[in-house]
């Protein structure tokens, strides 16, 4: 295992499935991670089962290879119990060095399973600014994955605030996500498939139309940082180069590790790298903001962002092809078309085809493929790659299988319950006793002309590039993205609102409490960007000195409203809101600002700017107001109303806005 003493940076590689964690081990990665079959954020990867995962980690570590199981999915309420028994299997039968993980609560129940491992904070946990990563260890985690919207400016200032027994791991090569990580609610908003509970559909992918133009106007080229690794390389702290791509192929993962092991080994040879890069089957790549001098924004681009190598277009609908530009072998794998694309499908290739030679395709019974389809190679198996997955193939078939038996640990439930059962506050309403009052607050960006509401008021801090004078009895919201140049802008605001006297405050990322000196004297809540679904994390909170918590809006009505009745602080929830689909770092060049934008389905949306960051709102708001009732009834202390200011010409359609209300959330 590579020495945690060196300097050198660890590769970590992605596995999606059995041959893909073989081919990280045949590239020589030195560590590998992989999701479970459930409670990961890739659920559409085939994933791994306990019993798989036992074999393959004891072949890795034969290997010297280290394997890390990433558990980052939000956790509902009621699942709690079902995850506790998952880790207590996992830490009986497969012996993995480390949990990627994003809800708090993990933390826990990791601890109640004997996980002795350590705890990395995924990206998803949106630990963005420096100040952050002395609460992010305080709260139990060892390693901080830094997000892909970051500069090298921003990793060194990272890096510089790093404790001693914290590392960093950032991301050198794979897919970009439109959002920051951990802030995309646009496939739970338009399906009910959350992106925070790895079932997203990526609805950014899509072709959308604004003043009559279609485009992908959401849709990243990857991530390379490629040849900037060698900067990289040089930042302390920097424990771990990650490769993003669970769903990628085996030969992804193989070319992709043999490349920055090149760049980080034999730096001399990067020639070599480049063509491992350019053949590994991915999308045209980008150095994004890595030079904040000179940014390269993915969503600039005339080429296609499709996952794979794009190959060429069909022609001639009525008998198919294509004129290939790269050389096809039996056993590639084609994907024809986009997702969204009825016609969308998976080719395998039967004979050779030269380059610039035509490739000739059957239209599917009833779904004629139309002209100018982007096609894309996803999958290759060369000799090389496939006797060394054979040989390994063969090394896994001789480690015995184990007979993964039930867990026998008691239920969380019951002690959860017990603790709140005599707590007061939250089981008050069933036990007849009187209710506590209940809040009602209106958060606006600036101060509302003519401000006629009996609610109490809130304001976003970061209004006017911080320069909104709230009066001292509102609440102060703290933005849910905290970049590390905005750190001590934000916490000068903090520190002249303490003087003034202010004393509410809504954190929406739950590491913003370090901003605060002692946090136990002031109203401190913790806001719905927190993405909290579960009571172990609200108690988790506590300990840190929130006062309160405004639950995820995206949970559906079943687990919303059990949650009060069992957390240790007094809950809100969001009833009306202008909610965004999404919160960027980047927009497209060729997207107009504060205009509306439809998708292929009809939906409206637009996007504004607010200081450093770019939301796309949908031109429907989240609207619980008919069922305050049931919030009431149920125990929350406090409903929340967020407005936003709606650009001249974006009309706002009277439809149903209660999410994932009626859903089950995926």
């Known amino acids: 295992m590579t020495d945690p003493s060196s300097k050198q940076p660890t590769i970590l590689a992605p596995a999606g499935d059995i041959h893909s964690f073989l081919a990280a081990i045949a590239a020589g990665a030195d560590a590998i991670y992989c999701g479970l079959k459930i409670f990961s954020a890739r659920m559409e990867a085939n994933n791994f089962s306990i019993e798989e995962l036992a074999r393959l980690t004891t072949l890795a570590h034969s290997k010297g290879i280290q394997v890390y199981v990433a558990f980052n999915?939000?956790?509902?309420?009621?699942?709690?119990?079902?995850?506790?028994?998952?880790?207590?299997?996992?830490?009986?039968?497969?012996?993995?060095?480390?949990?990627?993980?994003?809800?708090?609560?993990?933390?826990?129940?990791?601890?109640?399973?004997?996980?002795?491992?350590?705890?990395?904070?995924?990206?998803?946990?949106?630990?963005?600014?420096?100040?952050?990563?002395?609460?992010?260890?305080?709260?139990?985690?060892?390693?901080?994955?830094?997000?892909?919207?970051?500069?090298?400016?921003?990793?060194?200032?990272?890096?510089?605030?790093?404790?001693?027994?914290?590392?960093?791991?950032?991301?050198?090569?794979?897919?970009?996500?439109?959002?920051?990580?951990?802030?995309?609610?646009?496939?739970?908003?338009?399906?009910?498939?959350?992106?925070?509970?790895?079932?997203?559909?990526?609805?950014?992918?899509?072709?959308?139309?604004?003043?009559?133009?279609?485009?992908?106007?959401?849709?990243?080229?990857?991530?390379?940082?490629?040849?900037?690794?060698?900067?990289?390389?040089?930042?302390?702290?920097?424990?771990?180069?990650?490769?993003?791509?669970?769903?990628?192929?085996?030969?992804?993962?193989?070319?992709?590790?043999?490349?920055?092991?090149?760049?980080?080994?034999?730096?001399?040879?990067?020639?070599?790298?480049?063509?491992?890069?350019?053949?590994?089957?991915?999308?045209?790549?980008s150095h994004y903001n890595l030079l904040s001098h000179r940014v390269l924004n993915p969503l600039d681009h005339a080429s296609e962002t499709g996952s794979g190598l794009f190959l060429g277009r069909i022609k001639n609908p009525e008998d198919p092809y294509f004129i290939s530009r790269e050389a096809l072998l039996p056993g590639d794998l084609l994907r024809i078309g986009y997702e969204e694309e009825t016609f969308h499908q998976i080719r395998k290739v039967t004979r050779a085809i030269p380059k610039k030679g035509k490739y000739f395709l059957s239209s599917p019974k009833g779904r004629r493929i139309n002209k100018g389809t982007s096609v894309f190679l996803i999958d290759r198996r060369g000799s090389e790659l496939e006797e060394k997955l054979s040989r390994l193939g063969a090394e896994l078939d001789g480690i015995s299988k184990v007979t993964i038996r039930p867990s026998n640990l008691s239920s969380i439930h019951k002690k959860a319950w017990d603790r709140v059962k005599f707590s007061g506050q939250a089981s008050d309403h069933n036990r007849g006793r009187k209710q506590p009052d209940i809040y009602e607050m209106d958060v606006f960006r600036k101060q509302p002309p003519a401000l006629k509401t009996h609610n109490d008021t809130a304001f976003w801090i970061s209004a006017n590039s911080y320069g909104i004078k709230a009066p001292v009895r509102s609440w102060l919201w703290l933005d849910p993205v905290l970049f590390p140049e905005e750190e001590k802008i934000c916490q000068n605001y903090v520190k002249t609102a303490l003087k003034k006297g202010a004393k509410n405050f809504v954190l929406n990322s739950p590491w913003q409490i370090t901003l605060f000196e002692n946090p136990q004297r002031l109203n401190i809540w913790a806001g719905p960007f927190c993405n909290i679904t579960n009571c172990l994390a609200v108690e988790i909170l506590k300990s840190k000195g929130f006062s309160g918590v405004i639950v995820s809006p995206e949970l559906d009505s079943q687990t919303l409203l059990t949650l009060p009745e069992r957390c240790c602080l007094p809950l809100g929830a969001v009833c009306r809101a202008n909610w965004p689909l999404a919160i960027s770092r980047l927009a497209a060049p060729d997207l107009d600002l504060a205009k509306g934008f439809t998708s292929p389905m009809g939906e409206g949306a637009w996007t504004s700017k607010y200081n450093a960051t770019y939301h796309t709102f949908p031109n429907w708001p989240l609207d619980l107001s008919s069922k305050t009732g049931d919030l009431k009834q149920a125990g929350f202390a406090m409903l929340v109303n967020l407005f936003e200011n709606i650009p001249k010409g974006v009309r706002m359609k009277p439809r149903p806005g209660t999410w994932n209300w009626h859903l089950k959330l995926l």
């Open 73 to 285: 999915s939000i956790i509902k309420e009621s699942e709690t119990d079902k995850v506790l028994h998952i880790l207590d299997k996992l830490v009986r039968y497969a012996d993995v060095d480390a949990l990627i993980i994003q809800d708090t609560a993990m933390v826990s129940l990791a601890g109640k399973a004997g996980f002795k491992g350590k705890l990395h904070l995924s990206t998803l946990g949106n630990c963005t600014h420096p100040a952050g990563l002395e609460a992010a260890q305080k709260a139990g985690f060892s390693r901080v994955v830094l997000p892909r919207e970051f500069s090298l400016d921003d990793i060194r200032a990272m890096a510089a605030a790093a404790p001693e027994t914290m590392d960093l791991e950032v991301f050198v090569h794979g897919a970009l996500c439109y959002s920051v990580s951990g802030r995309c609610y646009w496939s739970s908003w338009f399906g009910g498939k959350s992106a925070l509970r790895g079932r997203c559909v990526q609805p950014c992918r899509r072709l959308y139309e604004q003043n009559g133009k279609k485009a992908r106007y959401f849709s990243c080229l990857d991530l390379s940082a490629d040849v900037l690794v060698k900067v990289l390389k040089e930042i302390p702290n920097i424990s771990t180069w990650k490769i993003e791509g669970r769903k990628k192929s085996p030969h992804y993962v193989y070319y992709t590790v043999m490349a920055y092991k090149l760049l980080r080994d034999a730096p001399d040879q990067k020639k070599q790298a480049l063509s491992f890069l350019e053949y590994a089957l991915g999308r045209q790549g």
